[in-house]
């Protein structure tokens, strides 16, 4: 059995589905009840319960982690550091053997104070150097930029007919599918010698315009343009969004860390045989 947090989330349901179709039998984490399915036995609770997690990892042969996070609290690095102490701490109360933890690009990278550096990124530096002290074999799987976290603004491009952000716009970045992702995690969980660390580049590294020129017309948008803002003025405009003041700086520090080249891959990108490339992914979102 190994047990999924996020399981209802983009990158856990999907790793729920890969075990299941290896017939591996899971134990599903998340907020809410995940839908009972053959193999699946749904687990709600709150990471941040220490007890629930015990509970949740006990007997478990493997465990998939994750940090999910909240842009509009008023201190990440706090929350983030609560919830990341209570997973290490159950996992090792657990005796887990197996671990494959979500974490990022960027993630080899120290925050610095105040995450100024790489901003969210930092807090996932902090917690793979948390997970580093377990007895277990962990791999930290480092995908690239979210596709699916262009969609996150699609009320505000429908609004305005732009897509605005504070990365360069000829910054090209790895950028990756969730779908891709889960399917990574997946597979280093059912690989008994999967390494250290497992990144997710996606099929090509590729600029932000390039995936609002193939997200536009799926959202039925097809002069969607790209405008790179100040970064002062889009602390302000994530602001007026609904993101903290805490959200919208580190948001901005982020793409400031993509800006400067410090968040980029180190291995050769894998085979891209079936990974989702932007224009296929934008077509799924039509879809």
């Known amino acids: ?13 999907q ?13 599903a984490v998340a907020r ?18 220490r007890a629930f997690l015990r509970r949740a990892f006990d007997g478990a042969a493997a465990a998939f982690v994750l940090l999910p ?14 919830l990341g102490e209570s997973v290490v701490a159950a996992l090792r109360d657990a005796a887990v053997p197996r671990v494959v933890a979500l974490s990022s690009l960027g993630a080899e990278v120290p925050g610095g104070p ?44 429908r609004a305005h007919g732009v897509h605005a952000d504070s ?8 950028m990756v ?31 932000v315009p390039d995936v609002v020129a193939a997200l536009g017309p799926a959202l039925g948008l097809p002069d969607l343009a790209y405008v790179r803002v100040p970064d002062g003025e889009m602390e302000r405009l994530l602001r007026r969004a609904g993101l903290s003041a805490d959200g919208a700086r580190l ?21 891209a045989d079936g990974v989702l490339t932007v224009e296929e992914w934008a077509a799924g979102v039509a879809g």
């Open 1 to 13: 059995m190994i047990t999924v947090l996020g399981a209802t989330g983009n990158v856990g349901s």
């Open 15 to 27: 790793v729920v589905r890969e075990l299941t179709a290896a017939g591996v039998d899971v134990r």
């Open 32 to 49: 809410r009840p995940a839908v009972a399915a053959p193999g699946v036995r749904p687990w709600p609770g709150d990471l941040g319960d």
């Open 69 to 82: 996070f909240d842009v509009t609290g008023p201190d990440h690095a706090a929350h983030q550091a609560r």
């Open 114 to 157: 105040g995450l100024a550096a790489t901003g969210y990124l930092g807090s996932l530096h902090d917690q793979e150097a948390r997970l580093a002290t377990l007895d277990a074999h962990v791999t930290r799987v480092r995908p690239g930029l979210f596709l699916e976290s262009f969609l996150w603004s699609a009320d505000a491009m």
């Open 167 to 174: 990365v360069d716009p000829d910054v090209a970045l790895p």
């Open 177 to 207: 599918a969730t779908r891709d992702v889960g399917r990574a995690a997946a597979a280093a969980l059912l690989d008994p010698d999967a390494p250290d660390v497992v990144e997710v580049q996606g099929a090509a590294d590729r600029t």
């Open 251 to 271: 948001h901005v520090a982020m793409n400031r860390a993509f800006n400067e080249g410090r968040v980029r891959a180190h291995g050769p990108r894998g085979a």
